[in-house]
């Protein structure tokens, strides 16, 4: 009987908001459900814009900024 696994793992491809359902047991042959909603927050830039020499280089955008154009 494994009572040390207390933990899973939820791997977005996209910001947004997303519902997981879930099954928990006791390990006595009780279960419990459950509906989890998680809510994704768009991904951060690395890195800004680099300015050098005089000319402004622009960072890479976002999935959402590249959209949005």
């Not at 793992?9 to 047991?25: L, W």
């Not at 768009?42 to 402004?56: E, M, P, R």
């Amino acid at each position: 009987m494994d009572t040390s696994n207390k933990v899973f793992t939820f791997e977005a491809s996209d910001a947004g908001e997303y519902f997981i359902s879930f099954v928990v047991s006791d390990h006595n042959g009780e279960l419990g459900a459950g509906l989890m909603k998680v809510n994704v927050a768009g991904f951060a830039k690395l890195w800004s814009d680099i300015y050098f020499n005089g000319q402004k280089w622009l960072g890479p955008l976002t999935v959402e900024e590249a959209l949005d154009k």
